[in-house]
């Protein structure tokens, strides 16, 4: 099970973190990728980590302001926010990738495994 929190309303300019945990499961050899899903539009990856944190990825609408990490000690991968404008109103979901292959993510793909329920994020003023 996969559970999304951090998420809330920030104002232009500002910052969230979002965390990814697992219950009652170990993350060692799962890629993790974060998707988001505004109104009207299609879920979009954004990010992934591969399953040995080496290895991140991050589409072009959020490099360089999103930064995604990883704690399999805590069984926990984090999406830290910032810069973040209006656009980046939508529903956040992590997803699980099971893989033997721990150095490897692909942050389009939407060959998941496990899905999260999602977490709101809201940038207005």
């Known amino acids: 099970l996969l559970v999304e929190s951090g998420g809330g309303w920030v104002q232009p300019g500002g910052s969230l973190t979002l965390s990814c945990a697992a219950s009652?499961?170990?993350?060692?050899?799962?890629?993790i990728q974060w998707f988001r899903q505004a109104p009207g539009k299609e879920r979009e990856g954004i990010s992934c980590?591969?399953?040995?944190?080496?290895?991140?990825h991050y589409a072009d609408s959020v490099k360089g302001r999103f930064t995604i990490s990883r704690d399999n000690a805590k069984n926990t991968v984090y999406l830290k926010m910032t810069n973040l404008r209006p656009k980046d109103t939508a529903v956040y979901y992590c997803?699980?990738?099971?893989?033997?292959?721990?150095?490897?993510?692909?942050?389009?793909?939407?060959?998941?495994?496990?899905w999260g329920e999602g977490v709101q994020v809201n940038v207005s003023s």
């Open positions: 009652g499961e170990g993350l060692d050899y799962d890629a």
């Open positions: 997803a699980a990738k099971s893989t033997f292959v721990r150095t490897l993510c692909n942050v389009g793909s939407r060959s998941v495994d496990r």
């Open positions: 980590v591969s399953a040995s944190g080496t290895n991140t």
